[in-house]
């Protein structure tokens, strides 16, 4: 960019209606951030927590929960990420808020996938039968969205931007073979005049280091990882989390306190250092930060069809306990109608969930509304395929990570909706015998729509990609 453009820009700064609608020709992108407390009264009405069990009620709040945003502007596109401290929503809950946001090109909600907020998508109520969700609860997330969309709009202003990425596989703990991890965490850096006005962070794990019997509303290790780098370099922070699936976890990962004892996996002193751990990574791929060009913005979305094949979550919908609209599968993910008559039974039935790929200049960034394993990103199936398994004939999905060419790039996982694990159908494996000398099933099929789904999703993306 040019001297004269870049202050023109800056002249622009006094009011940026004026430079957003003025849009001043230039690469530079203006970026601001928000944030809204999303946290739930705790004491009135029974909060369920998310994530592992049901029933597992709160009895207090450890730390706040947030929406997180981040907006990006260059002349007429303007587009929001927005991170909330949940375990998920449903493309619903996100079409709700995107409503109100009107002028946006594409408002991207993302979930941390936090295993200690309260339950947003039904599963872990008070039992099998019932819902954990509060009606009144989710519309305060979706005002906590809006809200922090509409304020880090207001205070966008031209930035510079720096990326970098670091490794650690050591702070990942994969629950199943193959041992692929997704290890690379991402920083976006932007800058105002040398100093850091804001860092948006991507890193892949469940947020689940306080486990099953943590009673205390947190938004888990994430609480810790933002605090650390809120305070280091003094600006606001948006964390989002990747690729989670296959099992990118913090349990199990041996984290020492300062006199080298491993902490307990269940406790706030692991998390927080967990945390923390993942804030220095942060400070590494800084460090190793290159500027980056962030525009022109380019955003293209599909919906895209899915059939739902597993016997789980067809109970769950058939009780009301997973409520979202179901539509009847008709073999393509482009066009399905929906389930009028709510006969389960007589058809195959597909949920309607939507993908996403952004390009900002030199980034390009994959939507991915689930939780996909690393294989599936980094172009790691395993080939030959174990014999064991239920489909090993079926072939490898085109890799996420293969479509993209930029010279950087990103996942965001659980984007705009959840629908559970995504898994190469090669890798299927319900029916015994089974791969990797395991004497039972594997865990991940029993939370994934089915064995179609990353054939479909995966294509569709290529697709997408290559604007088919
Ligand atoms: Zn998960």
Not at 10 to 27: C, E, I, N, R, V
Not at 313 to 340: C, H, I, M
């Amino acid at each position: 960019m040019n001297r004269f453009v870049w202050l023109a820009a800056l002249l622009f700064q006094g009011s940026t209606a004026a430079a957003f609608s003025g849009a001043p020709k230039s690469d530079t992108v203006q970026v601001g951030f928000g944030a809204a407390d999303i946290t739930p009264a705790v004491g009135k009405k029974p909060v369920y927590i998310a994530g592992f069990g049901k029933n597992r009620q709160a009895t207090g709040v450890h730390d706040p929960l947030w929406a997180r945003a981040v907006v990006l502007r260059h002349e007429n596109t303007k587009i929001a990420l927005v991170a909330v401290d949940l375990v998920g929503l449903f493309l619903q809950e996100v079409e709700k808020a995107r409503a109100k946001l009107p002028g946006f090109t594409y408002v991207l909600v993302s979930s941390t996938h936090n295993h200690e907020g309260p339950d947003t998508l039904g599963l872990w109520g008070p039992s099998a039968f019932q819902s954990g969700i509060d009606p009144d609860y989710m519309k305060q997330v979706e005002k906590g969205i809006v809200d922090a969309v509409q304020s880090a709009d207001k205070s966008a202003q031209p930035r510079e931007a720096r990326l970098g990425v670091a490794k650690d596989p050591d702070l990942l703990h994969d629950g199943r073979e193959p041992i692929v991890k997704h290890d690379d965490l991402v920083a976006l850096r932007f800058l105002d005049k040398g100093k850091t006005a804001g860092l948006v962070v991507q890193w892949n794990c469940h947020p689940e280091t306080l486990s099953s019997k943590n009673t205390l509303l947190s938004a888990d290790y994430v609480d810790a990882t933002v605090k650390y780098l809120k305070e280091k370099y003094e600006c606001p922070v948006v964390y989002l989390t990747g690729t989670v699936g296959g099992l990118m976890t913090s349990l199990h990962v041996p984290v020492k306190n300062d006199k080298g004892e491993l902490l307990k996996d269940g406790t706030f002193e692991k998390t927080e250092r967990f945390g923390r751990l993942v804030g220095q990574l942060a400070d590494k791929a800084m460090d190793a930060a290159q500027p980056i060009r962030l525009t022109p913005i380019v955003v293209r979305t599909r919906p895209l069809f899915l059939p739902i094949d597993n016997k789980g979550y067809q109970l769950f919908w058939k009780l009301g306990v997973l409520e979202r609209q179901s539509y009847v599968w008709t073999g393509d993910p482009d066009r399905a109608e929906p389930n009028k008559d709510k006969d389960f039974d007589a058809k195959r039935m597909c949920i309607r969930t939507e993908l996403g790929y952004l390009k900002l200049g030199e980034l390009e960034i994959a939507a991915i509304p689930g939780e996909i394993y690393p294989e599936l990103v980094l172009g790691k199936v395993p080939d030959p395929a174990e014999k064991n398994a239920d489909f090993p004939d079926a072939p490898v999905e085109p890799s996420i990570y293969g479509q993209l060419e930029a010279k950087h790039r990103m996942l965001i996982g659980l984007a705009n909706d959840e629908i559970g694990y995504i898994l190469s159908k090669r890798q299927w494996d319900e029916k015994a015998p089974y791969g990797y000398g395991r004497k039972t099933a594997p865990y991940g099929e029993i939370n994934s729509l089915g064995p179609e789904t990353a054939p479909l999703l995966c294509n569709a993306f290529r697709d997408l990609v290559k604007k088919k």
